[in-house]
């Protein structure tokens, strides 16, 4: 066990054709950065960064059914895109913003379930609404502007993932349905992902953590691959890729690079990220982590010595919930176990 857990957490996976999806999500962010910069509307540098976000479903399926996986993740983007922006209005925050973002991250979940995406869980639609209530609050006229943005490219990626869905020799196959027990593990990702999220928050905003949503990322990340072991590595190549991520992102940003530097380092990091996520997950993590707060610091410029600390503080809360959520079904486990009376009053037979 702690042979292959070691192997787990240094291990480099199979290259596996990591440059056609690397490709895909180069091109879906790049050409809509290219056209809001050639516009002028550095403001909608965020907005079609989310909505690219859809080109990263499906790299595990080919046509026709990635267009049907990459359809469904645009439409929860757009939705997580539109309940972050209404969020950033709500009175009471953060309590009411957080409320949003946990129904955003359990109806991703269970969107995502029953569609059966990869990757797995609400990170996209969840970064994306969190990401958007962060922010001040927009007038309505330039909120429908962020969400045809993210719209529009989400539609771009799909059309960069689905070359090759009117050939006729692609039909349309029906999902195949759900043994009991891969259904009951799906509902159980449901219900792990609302008890980090509920758990995150609160906990979060008790360390004073600024950027809540950060925290609600890396308590559900760990929970979207399968076995506890993988969890469990997923958790701390997160924790580590941050730590390293942060040294890169501090450079990017004190360099104050200008808008298009920006735009064209979004694009280098995206698909670099697609391929390395797969063959080794902290690696990824640590051009992740200087994308985001690039996309972010962009958008809305803050200092950033505070913003590093503050990335490293959620991160670190949120796998620490993560590892919590993770940890309650053994010990249920354990205690019934040791507290389910004795069947008959004799001794204990041995076995034969």
Request: with cysteine; glycine share 10%.
């Amino acid at each position: 066990m702690t042979a292959t857990l070691s192997r787990e957490l240094v291990g480099v996976g199979p290259h596996d054709g990591a440059h056609r999806p690397a490709l895909r999500c180069a091109v879906s962010v790049g050409v809509p950065l290219l056209v809001v910069l050639v516009l002028g509307r550095d403001d909608l540098l965020g907005a079609v960064t989310f909505g690219a976000f859809t080109a990263i479903y499906g790299r595990d399926v080919t046509v026709p059914a990635r267009t049907r996986v990459q359809g469904a993740a645009a439409v929860a983007l757009v939705v997580g895109a539109a309940a972050g922006l209404l969020a950033a209005h709500l009175p009471g925050a953060p309590w009411s913003v957080l409320g949003v973002l946990v129904v955003i991250a359990v109806a991703a979940t269970a969107l995502g379930e029953v569609v059966r995406w990869r990757p797995s869980g609400p990170l996209f639609p969840l970064m994306t609404a969190g990401a958007l209530s962060a922010s001040p609050p927009l007038a309505w006229s330039a909120a429908l502007g962020v969400l045809v943005a993210v719209g529009v490219t989400a539609v771009f990626a799909i059309a960069v993932g689905s070359a090759g869905v009117v050939r006729r020799d692609h039909p349309w196959a029906p999902l195949t349905p759900l043994t009991p027990v891969a259904a009951a593990l799906r509902a159980r990702l449901v219900g792990q992902v609302l008890l980090a999220c509920v758990v995150a928050a609160p906990f979060a905003e008790l360390v004073d953590v600024e950027h809540l949503y950060w925290a609600l990322l890396s308590a559900v990340i760990p929970l979207s691959v399968a076995t506890l072991r993988k969890q469990v590595v997923r958790g701390v190549h997160r924790v580590a890729g941050t730590t390293a991520g942060l040294g890169l992102a501090a450079l990017l940003l004190w360099a104050h690079l200008p808008v298009w530097a920006v735009a064209l380092a979004v694009v280098v990091l995206q698909g670099l990220i697609e391929l390395l996520v797969l063959r080794h997950y902290a690696v990824a993590v640590v051009l992740i982590t200087p994308m985001s707060l690039l996309v972010g610091a962009a958008a809305h410029p803050t200092p950033v010595g505070p913003l590093l600390v503050d990335r490293l503080v959620a991160t670190a809360v949120g796998v620490a919930v993560a590892v919590v959520v993770l940890a309650v079904p053994p010990l249920l486990g354990g205690l019934r176990a040791r507290t389910r009376p004795s069947a008959g009053r004799g001794p204990a037979r041995t076995p034969r």
